[in-house]
């Protein structure tokens, strides 16, 4: 199978995608949370929400982290839009928030026309414990479908994961476990094409090559697009790969 990296913003990317092009839409977009009010969530960048002080790793930041709630609702809506404009009749959307965002991301692929089927936890069993009360140790997978799921797939995935991040090799703040994403990309039919608008260091791009689907990527920072295009790179021969140049 191949892929498409494209360097450049998700929803101007999105918009060159053919209509019904692809099969599923698994995505980690930027949360615009991690902050008690609108200030700390709109005033500092994703390094400064995420990390803690004390970190040894001095990973890159990313884009796109200074939303408030109205304005990142209509932001993740037109995304979510373009992604089910471009999805063939059955895709699934699997969107990765967090516990302040959930709500909003409900709320977000419901207006842009999926079904909400449900929301997945991801269990970080390797999270920060927290002082006087329970440790914030999940994620969560919102998900829904363009239309009916299709009933005549013999598939059975489950519907909660536990798995730290990784550590070893580890090149992103928010960097989602391969076997995670595995399991995943499998609601993309074989042979089907896996979308990620927000494609970070690319581990949903390399769990859809190894689980034999295409990938089509956008990733805004450079840093981070370089990274992908390395890992995406080493699970394919110079043959199979794709680049897109930057958006004009």
């Known amino acids: 199978m191949g892929y498409t990296l494209h360097r450049g913003d998700a929803l101007t990317v999105l918009k060159t995608l053919p209509d019904q092009s692809v099969h599923a839409v698994i995505t980690d977009p930027p949360y615009n949370s991690g902050g008690r009010t609108s200030a700390e969530r709109t005033s500092r960048p994703a390094r400064d929400k995420y990390v803690t002080s004390n970190s040894a790793h001095t990973l890159a930041s990313f884009p796109g982290e200074n939303r408030d709630q ?11 839009t373009e992604c089910y404009r471009a999805s063939v009749e059955h895709a699934v959307a699997c969107v990765f928030t967090d516990w302040r965002q959930e709500p909003t991301t409900t709320d977000a692929l419901q207006m842009a026309g999926w079904t909400w089927q449900g929301t997945m936890p991801w269990i970080k069993p390797a999270s920060r414990p927290r002082r006087g009360g329970f ?13 009916s799921l299709d009933s005549t797939r013999e598939l059975y995935l489950p519907g909660d994961y536990t798995a730290s991040q990784p550590r070893k090799g580890r090149i992103h ?10 399991t995943l990309v499998r609601i993309c ?3 089907g094409t896996v979308l990620d608008p927000f494609t970070g260091s690319g581990t949903t791009g390399v769990a859809a090559l190894r689980e034999h689907r295409s990938f089509i990527g ?6 981070y697009a370089a990274l ?3 890992r995406l790179e080493r699970e394919l021969t110079k043959d199979d790969f794709e680049l897109a140049g930057p958006e004009a």
């Open 70 to 80: 109205r304005s990142y609702r209509a932001w993740l809506t037109e995304l979510l």
């Open 135 to 147: 440790k914030q140790s999940s994620e969560f997978i919102v998900w829904g479908v363009k239309g």
């Open 173 to 182: 703040i928010t960097q989602k476990p391969v076997e995670v994403m595995r």
């Open 189 to 191: 039919p074989d042979g």
């Open 218 to 223: 956008a990733e805004l920072s450079d840093h």
């Open 228 to 230: 992908a295009e390395e």
